[in-house]
């Protein structure tokens, strides 16, 4: 299993907060990770299910 999890520091009066989604194909979900990223801003970590990091993607600002 693979882990996608959307981090954003400033939501809930600056606690955070988590959005996972679980893939078992660790290409699709790099896949989908880079795209959340792009479109949302948002910092994204890809994990595998024992919670060891496979990539972190910063959060991306377009001008």
């Known amino acids: 299993m693979i882990i996608i999890d959307v981090?954003?520091?400033?939501?809930?009066?600056?606690?955070?907060s988590i959005i996972v989604?679980?893939?078992?194909?660790?290409?699709?979900?790099?896949?989908?990770?880079?795209?959340i990223a792009e479109e949302t801003g948002r910092?994204?970590?890809?994990?595998?299910?024992d919670m060891g990091v496979i990539s972190s993607i910063p959060a991306i600002t377009t001008h």
């Open 7 to 16: 981090s954003n520091s400033a939501a809930f009066s600056g606690k955070g």
């Open 21 to 35: 989604l679980e893939y078992t194909d660790e290409d699709v979900a790099l896949k989908v990770a880079r795209k």
């Open 43 to 49: 910092s994204v970590t890809v994990r595998r299910e």
